[in-house]
Every structure is written in C-alpha cells, then in structure tokens.
C-alpha cells in the first residue's frame, strides 16, 4: 500500500475559491496549476499505485480571502472514502468560531487531520492563539500538517514559514502527531533537527521532485529518519508517478522506501 500524504483539490469549486491576487506568482513557477477533477486524480492515484491520499483544505479567509472549505473536502472524501482522507482547516483569526469548526469538521465530517499554512494565516507555528486549535487535534488523537519553506504564492511573507516555531508546538503537546510538509526548505537543517529530536514530529518531500532534493535531506531519510519521512506528491503539481519513479532513481534502501510510502504514513494517519 502506497500512501499519499499531502495532494491538493485542485477541482473547478475549490480552484475558484483562490484570488487572482494570490495566483500569479504560482502560475508563473507550474504551468500544471489548472483545475483537475476528482476522476483525474483517482486516475494517476491508480496509474501510480496509490491506494490513498490526502487532500487539504485551506482557510486564510480573513488574511487573503482565500478557503477551500471543509465541505468540499469532505464531499469529495464521501465520493471516494475508501480513497481519501481528508484534513480540515480553519482560520485561527476567528477565534472560537475557529475551534467550533475545527471540531464539526471531525466530529461531525469525518475529517481526520487539520492543515495549517502559517505563511497564509501571517501566523509563526507556536503564535498562542493557534493552541486551542492544538489541544483539539491533540485531543482527538489527528495529525497537524503545517506548510513550512517556501510558498509562491505572491504577496506572502516566506518568515511564516520556518520550521523552528514548530520545535515548540512539540513540545508543548508531546502527543500531537505533527508533519513539516516540504521538508522546510530552504530550512531544511531546522526540519532535520526537530524531527530527529522530538518523537511526535515527521517531515514530508511532497511539491518535490527527488531528484532536486537536497542532499543531506536524502542522506537523513535514507538512514538515521527513516521513520520519520513521507511520501508525498502536491498532485497535481506533481504527478504521483514521476514522484515514486525519481524515488526509485535515488537507490534509497528496501527498509526505507517501504517507511517512506507506507509504513510512516500508516503510523501518522492511524491506519495500523
């Protein structure tokens, strides 16, 4: 089984949801940051040998006006439930309102994680007002996916995105399952260093092509973290395939590749 831990719903509903304001600078980096319907992802999930994966919402409502809402993840998860799996997210800057959708979205939705991307939300990870939000997802046993590194989308500020803030987030909540999505390049030092040393902490290579990865990233998940990485692809800004294909170019060990694409996601997503 083949794990995807970190795609987009790129479809017609959620792609008109992003600013125009927000798209150019995307636009200009992927040429494949077109709509894509839920058949065409289910389609290269198939093509790859994905069994299933994770889509995201997005909610920086009150920062750029930009959501992708709950509902939409979680309709396309009942379309597909043996598939999908899918993560909510909610805009801290709306206060309680924030942890009562939070809650709604997995008691009563079924969602089973929650995304946050500090560069949208102008938000530092450990930023207090974002802790209610923690003991939410602690509590209810779900991981938390933060965006860290670089984003492109225009206007946003890139410091939002340092992993550092994160090392405190793990500490303050041992048993909060946490994943560093896109390993927190250009700070991918930091990322190795919070997930070597805090248990509950894993990185994802997802918007990546392997064979652009750093590396000493490669060095560390191909040895002292296996147990730490994810596979992850950012479809449809890259196809499953290609991901799993460069992974394969990359000679990493036997042990690694089964962490890497099941036996790690398996553990964070609660499907052992």
């Keep these: 089984m083949i794990?995807?831990?970190?795609?987009?719903?790129?479809?017609?509903?959620?792609?008109?949801?992003?600013?125009?304001?927000?798209?150019?600078g995307y636009s200009e980096m992927f040429s494949e940051m077109n709509r894509v319907g839920l058949g065409a992802s289910l389609k290269d999930m198939?093509?790859?040998?994905?069994e299933k994966c994770v889509i995201v919402a997005i909610d920086a409502e009150t920062t750029f006006n930009y959501r992708v809402t709950n509902e939409l993840i979680a309709n396309a998860v009942g379309q597909f439930p043996d598939r999908l799996i899918g993560f909510a997210s909610v805009d801290p800057h709306k206060g309680q309102k924030a942890a009562d959708d939070l809650k709604?979205?997995?008691?009563?939705?079924?969602?089973?994680?929650?995304?946050?991307v500090p560069n949208l939300i102008e938000l530092y990870a450990n930023d207090k007002i974002l802790y209610p939000l923690y003991e939410i997802a602690q509590s209810r046993d779900v991981p938390v996916l933060f965006h860290t590194g670089t984003l492109f989308?225009?206007?946003?500020?890139?410091?939002?995105?340092?992993?550092?803030?994160?090392d405190d987030v793990a500490i303050d909540f041992p048993k909060l399952k946490i994943i560093m999505a896109h390993f927190g390049f250009p700070w991918f030092y930091e990322t190795i260093a919070i997930?070597?040393?805090?248990?509950?902490?894993?990185?994802?290579?997802a918007g990546w092509k392997p064979k652009y990865i750093?590396?000493?990233?490669?060095?560390?998940?191909?040895?002292?973290?296996?147990?730490?990485?994810?596979?992850?692809?950012?479809?449809?800004?890259?196809?499953?395939?290609?991901?799993?294909?460069?992974?394969?170019?990359l000679k990493l060990k036997d042990e690694?590749?089964?962490?890497?694409?099941?036996?790690?996601?398996?553990?964070?997503?609660?499907?052992?």
Excluded: W
């Excluded at 206007?155 to 992993?163: C, S, T, W």
């Excluded at 997930?195 to 290579?205: E, G, M």
């Design 3 to 24: 794990i995807d831990t970190h795609a987009q719903l790129n479809t017609r509903e959620a792609m008109q949801n992003i600013p125009e304001s927000l798209m150019s």
């Design 46 to 50: 198939d093509e790859s040998g994905v």
């Design 104 to 116: 709604g979205a997995i008691d009563t939705m079924g969602l089973r994680g929650l995304k946050i």
């Design 153 to 166: 989308y225009t206007g946003v500020r890139l410091k939002y995105g340092q992993p550092m803030p994160i």
């Design 195 to 205: 997930a070597q040393r805090n248990p509950n902490v894993y990185f994802n290579i």
């Design 214 to 249: 750093p590396k000493e990233v490669v060095r560390y998940l191909d040895g002292p973290l296996r147990h730490k990485a994810l596979f992850g692809s950012d479809y449809p800004l890259l196809t499953r395939s290609e991901v799993i294909r460069e992974l394969h170019d």
């Design 256 to 272: 690694t590749l089964e962490c890497l694409l099941t036996n790690n996601a398996k553990a964070v997503l609660g499907l052992v």
